[in-house]
């Protein structure tokens, strides 16, 4: 099977985290969806695509229509996201609708209690990481990988 990565995020920490995981994903076809225009570094220019920056509000709906057009037009195989806002309404049309696989991280800011997004993407992804112990009460179902930074 061909794999193909779509990396969610928000701008700033969430960017700085999933951009860990660079060295894993590096080698497969990939591109990236922000919710918010922000400095690029030379790998991602060309290959980031740009979604409304919603504060759960009405442009989540928004959020949804255009995940459905880049996810039916770019057909990623998996998404990996470590939040915030982008990642529930991606995983949401690429699960149910495309059935991509969703990995999600939650976001190592979360030391002993779960973020919003997080307790979503619980439910939504199929593979959920915690970075810290403390959280395992909160996810039973999810692996602890420590920290990526």
Known sequence: MTVKLCIVSSCGGHLTEVRCL???YQQYPHFYILNDK?????DMQGCTY???HSERDWRFLLNLWQAFVLLRQLRPTLILSTGAGPAVPLALVGRLLFGTRVVFIETITRIDRPSMTGRLMYWLSHDFFY???AL??????GKYAGALL
């Open 136 to 141: 395992a009460r909160y996810f039973p179902k």
């Open 50 to 52: 740009y979604i409304s």
């Open 131 to 133: 970075q810290w112990q």
């Open 22 to 24: 660079l060295p894993a």
């Open 38 to 42: 922000a400095l690029l570094p030379p």
